[in-house]
């Protein structure tokens, strides 16, 4: 089992930046490969980013691509999300993910395991 706890979220202003950190518990973190999605009000919750589990390999949605860093140390068992030039479509609930492999990250339902999710708020 892992359990997996977002922090860092809040509210910016558009143009600047926040860095999302997910503290990961329980067993075979070194082994997975680590996401985030996020859910924006009234939408589907939807694919961010994603990472290998020895952060060789990463994928961006379109969206944030340029703009967005994921990382991991898994050493501290933790997973990053920097975020800069943030805009007010980005408001969303983000959330961590973790999976087997880099596929189950790829979409909402093959996710294993999911953080408690943190808000992003961006003003105009």
């Known amino acids: 089992q892992v359990q997996l706890v977002e922090s860092g979220g809040g509210l910016v202003q558009a143009g600047g930046s926040l860095r999302l950190s997910c503290a990961a518990s329980?067993?075979?973190?070194?082994?997975?490969?680590m996401g985030w999605f996020r859910q924006a009000p009234g939408l589907e919750r939807e694919f961010v980013a994603r990472i290998s589990w020895d952060g060789g390999v990463i994928s961006y949605a379109d969206s944030v691509k340029g703009r967005f860093t994921i990382s991991r140390d898994n050493v501290k068992k933790m997973v990053y999300l920097q975020m800069n030039s943030l805009k007010p479509e980005d408001t969303a609930i983000y959330y961590c993910?973790?999976?087997?492999?880099?596929?189950?990250?790829?979409?909402?339902?093959?996710?294993?395991?999911w953080g408690q999710g943190t808000q992003v708020t961006v003003s105009s």
């Open positions: 329980g067993q075979t973190f070194g082994s997975r490969a």
């Open positions: 993910a973790a999976g087997r492999n880099l596929i189950h990250l790829a979409t909402t339902t093959s996710v294993d395991y």
